[in-house]
């Protein structure tokens, strides 16, 4: 009863690591614990996986973090928070800014540009689709930020955090619907039909 | 025909040596490899599920080692899978094994010179 406990508890467990990892070897890991409770009893099957599982989770965590496609994303809301952040600069009256900070963004973009290429060029319909659907959602965010703008400088007496918001997010949309655009309409078509004429 | 250079894999840790050298006595599954690690290091290496099936797939991935479609006797668990060592994989261990050996060689006569 209690060994069966146990065992339900590590197979909860194995959910905390990385979806890959847990859909080719959860069931493995899983039977692996079960032979230890039935050959070595449960204390020292849960005293040897507790460790296991406190070093690897965060581990194998971090690894699936740091995997070529999380990895190009990360690097793309990099290059585009330098990007967005040294237009802003502009606005919040630090123009000295502005170019090292889209000098360091294109520079990123420019030292990474294969790894860049590489992400847009792999032919993805369902990505294509999520990257089309965030444009439009960041041209939306843009025109509501450009009527924000509008209506907060109506009567001419806006404050400067009232400025401040919807151009930020604007600017941070425009660059957004732009970007996400421009990758969904470079990433090559698969063929739905594949040798039709 | 190619061959990969077994010297780019080297050093292996510790966890990769051990389950080489787990497979270098046949087909096993996951158990059996956590069992003779054990053994072979004298308890003194006890690896746990994730490190082992972590480690399997990085050797997989690496071709040291590659999982078999064995037919199942009567009082075997289906859902059990097995691994073997590939070619370059048994190259690789007994790479690793030459150069552990050199440095147990190394250190032994420094500590019979009284270096240490």
């Known amino acids: 009863m209690f060994a069966s406990l146990v065992r339900r508890i590590y197979r909860l467990l194995t959910l905390l690591y990385p979806t890959e990892f847990r859909r080719e070897h959860g069931n493995d890991m899983a039977l692996l614990f079960d032979d230890l409770v039935a050959d070595r009893g449960i204390l020292a099957a849960t005293s040897r996986t507790s460790i296991d599982l406190i070093v690897t989770v965060p581990r194998y965590r971090l690894e699936a973090v740091m995997s070529e496609s999380n990895a190009t994303q990360v690097l793309t809301a990099g290059i585009a928070g330098l990007l967005i952040l040294g237009f802003a600069s502009v606005g919040v009256g630090l123009p000295w800014a502005a170019p090292v900070l889209i000098l360091a963004g294109l520079g990123l973009a420019l030292a990474n540009r294969g790894r860049l290429a590489r992400s847009i060029r792999t032919p993805d319909p369902s990505r294509r689709k999520r990257l089309l659907r965030r444009s439009a959602l960041s041209a939306v965010i843009f025109v509501a930020c450009v009527v924000g703008f509008i209506v907060v400088t109506w009567d001419g007496e806006a404050s400067t955090p009232g400025l401040l918001i919807p151009s930020l997010m604007g600017t941070f949309a425009m660059f957004g619907a732009v970007g996400f655009l421009v990758a969904a309409l470079l990433m090559p078509r698969t063929e739905v039909y594949p040798g039709a004429p | ?116």
Do not use: W
């Not at chain 2, 003779?36 to 082992?52: D, F, H, M, N, R």
């Not at chain 2, 261990?93 to 240490?116: P, Q, S, Y």
């Open chain 2, 1 to 116: 025909m190619a061959t990969t250079d077994h010297r780019k894999f080297l050093p292996l840790t510790a966890a990769k040596f051990h389950i080489l050298v787990a497979l270098t006595a046949g087909e096993l599954h996951g158990y059996a490899i956590m069992q003779s690690v054990e053994s072979s290091s004298k308890g003194l290496v006890k690896i746990g599920p994730a490190t082992l099936y972590g480690t399997l797939k990085r050797l997989v991935d690496a071709g040291l080692a590659e999982e078999v479609a064995r037919p199942l006797t009567a009082s075997e668990d289906p859902r059990r899978r097995y691994y073997r060592l590939t070619g370059l994989g048994g190259r690789v261990c007994a790479a690793e094994a030459d150069r552990l050996a050199t440095l147990i060689k190394f250190a032994g006569a420094n500590l019979e010179r009284g270096l240490v």
